[in-house]
């Protein structure tokens, strides 16, 4: 029900925007948010939207370079990743929160993307 589009291959400093399309159903009275898992590693919260756009959280790793967004008339959440690091390289999920808050807690989403993959060249 969640397609994440628009990963690829990028140099270090360069940008790229992530898009999550809802298909079949509505998600514009949830919460969003965007994880992401490197190779080896435990799937980790990247930023997160409520259901309005009027709240917004990221972890400090990307904070100040991505910009999390919503346009619940397209029913799409997009993550926008400027200033892009090898060390963001990694699968891009985006997830639909079980209520209409932005959250960074895992167990708190309810339907997951099937990921994106973004690789950032030194």
């Known amino acids: 029900q969640l397609q994440a589009s628009g990963g690829g291959l990028v140099q270090a400093g360069g940008s790229l925007r992530l898009s999550c399309a809802a298909s079949?159903?509505?998600?514009?009275?949830?919460?969003m948010g965007w994880f992401r898992q490197a190779p080896g590693k435990e799937r980790e919260f990247v930023a997160t939207?409520?259901?309005?756009?009027?709240?917004?959280y990221y972890a400090d790793s990307v904070k100040g370079r991505f910009t999390i967004s919503r346009d619940n008339s397209k029913n799409t959440v997009y993550l926008q990743m400027n200033g892009l690091k090898p060390e963001d390289t990694a699968v891009y999920y985006c997830?639909?929160?079980?209520?209409?808050?932005?959250?960074?807690?895992?167990?708190?989403?309810?339907?997951w993307g099937q990921g994106t993959q973004v690789t950032v060249s030194s």
């Open positions: 939207i409520n259901w309005n756009g009027s709240n917004k």
């Open positions: 079949r159903r509505t998600f514009s009275n949830n919460g």
């Open positions: 997830a639909a929160a079980r209520g209409a808050w932005h959250t960074s807690v895992t167990s708190n989403y309810q339907y």
